[in-house]
């Protein structure tokens, strides 16, 4: 098979390191790719985000499996292009894409399927936000609904911290698009663990439990990043809890139609 991985990251990178091992794998493509994937395979010099010259190089190449690894080329229809162009495609459909690009999305197919979630809700105007700060019944984040690469997000320590944020989102519009619709959701204490799974809609395959630090500066003071000092299996997710959010979270959701997991094929 020849096999092309979109992305150009650590995440795509280790994706092809794998695929690369199967004995069905005769030619392996990344767009664009990265040094250390040049090594695995041959880069294509394709944006991520180009969904017409991804299809078109998918075709040229004559590929049997294209595997999307960013969010942003998901939430654009990359796999309805290659789909719609006969092209077998690992990966969510737009709509089911709408879980990582809209918060707004996932916090309310959450709260509809009683999937466990901290308390939220969302606002498109300033002043309707801005009232509900008078009132909100627990220490809040502030977070941009829409993709803002691990940035949009705001851990405010006053009132009037909560009250600049909004306005910077809201009316300022600091994130763009991504911030013209915000959740205002309880902010919870304690360590942070990722637990990513590969599904095909129906089957859950967990990965080991990871943990990275959001926080820019020691002692949690600086703003909210993508990501730093990552590392896997975290400590702080037990073999007995991975099993319990596999079960609460991500197969609660494939064992309906309306699959939850990002990573699904869901019908939306």
């Not at 049997?64 to 690894?69: A, C, E, K, R, Y």
């Not at 089911?96 to 901290?118: M, N, W, Y």
């Not at 690469?149 to 911290?161: D, F, R, W």
């Not at 990552?230 to 139609?257: E, F, H, M, W």
């Amino acid at each position: 098979m020849k096999i092309l991985v979109i992305g150009s990251g650590g995440r795509e990178h280790a994706l092809g390191w794998k695929i690369a091992q199967s004995r069905e794998v005769d030619r392996l493509y990344f767009a664009p790719g990265n040094p250390g994937t040049a090594v695995l395979g041959e880069n294509l010099a394709v944006s991520s985000d180009d969904i017409p010259g991804l299809v078109r190089a998918a075709i040229e190449k004559t590929i049997d499996l294209v595997v999307v690894g960013p969010e942003v080329p998901l939430t654009l229809g990359m796999v309805d292009a290659l789909r719609e162009a006969g092209i077998r495609t690992f990966g969510p459909t737009k709509a089911a894409a709408q879980i990582e690009g809209s918060k707004v999305f996932a916090k309310d197919f959450l709260d509809r399927h009683a999937i466990p979630t901290a308390g939220y809700s969302s606002f498109s105007e300033f002043e309707k936000a801005a009232e509900f700060l008078q009132t909100a019944p627990w220490q809040i984040v502030i977070k941009a609904s829409g993709l803002a690469a691990g940035k949009g997000v705001i851990l405010p320590e006053s009132q009037q911290e909560a009250l600049d944020g909004i306005e910077d989102m809201l009316v300022r519009q600091s994130f763009g698009k991504a911030g013209q619709t915000i959740v205002i959701e309880e902010r919870l204490q304690g360590e942070e663990v990722s637990l990513l799974a590969f599904s095909d809609g129906i089957t859950v395959k967990a990965m080991p439990p990871a943990q990275d630090h959001k926080r820019l500066l020691d002692g949690d003071r600086g703003p909210n990043t993508g990501g730093m000092g990552a590392y896997a299996p975290a400590p702080a997710c037990s073999s007995d809890l991975q099993n319990q959010i596999v079960a609460t979270v991500l197969q609660t959701g494939c064992a309906r139609k309306e699959c939850h997991l990002w990573a699904c094929f869901m019908q939306a």
